[in-house]
């Protein structure tokens, strides 16, 4: 009976897999296209000191066909163009390169790359895929850009208990995107580029400060790259690290006004994350309201310490202030070991057409090490992840208006975030300590959001961002104009 029982659920399994395509025939013309063409503009004239010059097309085309015993196959296009509105004037200013690096290519140009081409099998409520995808999760999804980094794996993810989602992988390569630039330069302020979104593995291009010309290619954008040396780069030409790749699971769950996820991550031979949030909605009166709290956990394994991975942490770097002067040494570990601890909490409240937040983060041991890209924060802002380094207090408040009364589909949104650091300071070979420095960051974003009402997936968003360092004393301002159109 029991074997009666069996055969008869594997063969409604196999039935309903050869319902979904008779033939191949059928598997391509059951076959789904779709994607996005986005535009990025930035208004130099309205944008000051970094980042100020750019203006570029491009997006994604993607195939994906129907299945057949259930199995799929995907491929996509990512692709940025410059659109010819780009002011070559503002390509240099005082000395350094104005052009935005997070819109193009390893030379600053348009390019192409053929970023996902996997195969999908889906049987019950599971799929497994293989290949080259964009894997979303909260250490490896991309902000908003062009071309969002993308990774080449196994995935499983796996839906056969009832409000649970359970997602493993492993991930042998990947490649940076258009934004890697500026999540290194510009985020990261270079020093701190493996804390803010890429590993030492993305090398952006050497610009000439005086003509704008590429005087150095850089890479990590238009190839794939293994897990180890998107990581933590290469000394010349040899990898700092041999590892099999990054391997994952994840456990998301859903219930009502509840839902939590934990994340491990495991890089073999160099560290482990977990990540770990949870979220409850609740009604107090007229507002309603959204308690968040979150909880992220790094440690080196092995020999990494000791390693040239471990070796690398520790060399020194210059922080530089306004006009590049230098303005102290550091370092991202003293001893090449990986140690450290981020905690969070947010609130939310929505009353009638307007919302409200307030997040805090505090980071009292090492930094985070964040080079694949995921930015799970609650206090980042566009241009800003510093709640991610060493020893940082961080605040975010934000308020948000919708004018649907008025105009269906236009919001106005205002972040304001205060990053208090302290740094600790070396001399200029790294060998002696020089104490700790105090580094304050405030930033604003101001966002306008449109979504079309008539128009499924055309949106334009127009931001500006000012951020001020007090202790580098320098300023930021930039102005740029977002159009999407996903089918």
């Known amino acids: 009976m029991l074997k009666q029982s069996v055969v008869l659920s594997l063969s409604a399994v196999l039935a309903s897999q050869l319902m979904a395509a008779e033939d191949i025939n059928e598997m391509f013309k059951e076959g789904k296209v779709g994607g996005y063409i986005r535009m990025h503009h930035i208004f130099p004239e309205a944008s000051e000191t970094i980042a100020r010059d750019g203006s570029v097309i491009g997006g994604k085309l993607k195939y994906q066909t129907g299945a057949l015993y259930g199995l799929r196959f995907g491929a996509a296009l990512y692709t940025t163009h410059d659109t010819g509105l780009t002011d070559k004037k503002y390509r240099t200013h005082e000395g350094y390169s ?195 709290a979150q909880f992220l956990k790094q440690d080196d394994i092995a020999d990494f310490a000791t390693s040239a991975g471990g070796t690398a942490l520790k060399t020194v770097t210059t922080v530089r202030g306004v006009k590049s002067n230098p303005l102290y040494y550091t370092k991202l570990s003293d001893g090449g070991e990986i140690d450290a601890v981020l905690f969070g909490a947010q609130a939310k409240a929505d009353i009638g057409d307007f919302s409200f937040s307030a997040g805090y983060n505090q980071n009292d041991k090492g930094h985070i090490i964040n080079a694949w890209g995921g930015d799970p924060a609650y206090t980042s802002m566009i241009f800003s992840r510093n709640e991610y380094r060493a020893d940082t207090k961080a605040y975010k408040l934000g308020a948000e208006y919708d004018l649907k009364s008025f105009i269906p589909g236009l919001k106005l949104i205002y972040n304001h975030a205060e990053y208090n650091t302290d740094v600790d300071t070396y001399n200029s070979t790294g060998t002696t300590f020089q104490g700790v420095k105090n580094e304050q960051t405030q930033v604003d974003d101001y966002i306008l959001h449109y979504a079309v009402p008539s128009v499924k997936g055309l949106w334009f968003r127009l931001f500006h961002v000012q951020r001020d360092n007090d202790t580098r004393q320098y300023e930021q301002e930039h102005t740029r104009l977002i159009a999407n159109l996903s089918f």
């Open 98 to 292: 104005q052009q935005a690096q997070g819109l193009h290519g390893d030379d600053l140009g348009s390019y192409s790359t053929l970023g996902e081409a996997y195969a999908n099998y889906h049987i019950s409520n599971t799929d497994l895929t293989l290949g080259r995808q964009e894997f979303k999760t909260p250490m490896t999804e991309e902000a908003v850009t062009i071309i969002p980094n993308l990774f080449e794996g196994y995935v499983a993810t796996i839906k056969e208990i009832p409000d649970f989602t359970i997602s493993m992988a492993h991930i042998t390569k990947m490649q940076y995107g258009t934004r890697a630039a500026t999540d290194a330069g510009l985020i990261g302020d270079s020093a701190y580029a493996i804390t803010a979104g890429t590993g030492y593995g993305f090398v952006a291009p050497t610009v000439n400060g005086t003509t704008g010309n590429v005087t150095t290619v850089g890479t990590g954008k238009e190839s794939f790259l293994s897990m180890d040396t998107a990581i933590m780069g290469k000394n010349g030409t040899v990898n700092r690290m041999d590892t099999a790749g990054v391997t994952s699971i994840g456990i998301d769950y859903k219930k009502g006004d509840f839902k939590a996820r934990v994340w491990d991550y495991y890089a073999h031979e160099m560290y482990n994350t977990i990540y770990a949030d949870a979220e409850y909605k609740l009604n107090a009166g007229p507002a309603k309201v959204t308690l968040g």
